[in-house]
């Protein structure tokens, strides 16, 4: 026995089908109008069969899955784009965050060249104090004024090592 394959048969195959005439064959009419009636029969029967299908428990499992995974798809979806926006806003930071260590660098750097200027200023200061004190023309007032300075600069080294034992915290 040879397997046949199972062919669907449409409808419309049903109503065009043609055989061919011999001499003392079936009524042509009659075929047709059969052919007709089985075809109408059969494609009335196709549609109950669709009918029924779309009540099985099986059919509505295989919507509901279908629909659970559509509404994953468009979960997983839009996690995907909030996860490629939170990397772009990480990304951003941290590059703010290396531009403000260079501009706090720079500015650290600033406020050295700012000391070491003012040192440097305050040091010839003393230095002019004290040779117009040495020379007599300041008198008491040149003294005081020169001790002020040192008490100053004493002071300001006593902020100075405050300021490098904060700095270390």
């Known amino acids: ?11 419309q195959e049903i109503k065009n089908q043609e055989f061919s ?13 059969f ?8 494609e009335e029967l196709l549609k109950e069969l669709e009918r029924l299908k779309v009540k099985t428990p099986e059919y ?10 559509r509404e994953i798809e468009k979960l997983v979806d839009t996690r995907r784009k909030q996860l490629q926006e939170i990397e ?8 703010e965050i290396e531009k403000l260590r260079f501009t706090q660098k720079k500015m650290v750097n600033r406020m050295k060249l700012a000391i070491l200027e003012m ?21 008491n007032r040149g003294e005081g004024a020169a001790q ?18 904060n700095s270390s915290s």
């Open 148 to 165: 002020s300075i040192e008490e100053q600069n004493r002071e300001g080294r006593g902020r100075e090592t405050e300021g490098k034992g």
């Open 35 to 42: 052919l007709s009636t089985v075809a109408n029969a059969y």
């Open 21 to 33: 005439k011999k001499l003392f064959g079936y009524d042509p009419d009659e075929v047709e109008i």
């Open 60 to 69: 509505k499992a295989e919507q509901v899955m279908e629909k659970a995974r």
């Open 119 to 139: 040192t440097k200023i305050l040091k010839e200061l003393e230095g002019d104090v004290k040779s117009k004190g040495e020379q007599g023309d300041i008198g």
């Open 88 to 95: 772009k806003k990480k990304e951003e930071v941290e590059l």
């Open 1 to 11: 026995m040879k397997s046949q394959k199972k062919r669907r048969i449409t409808p």
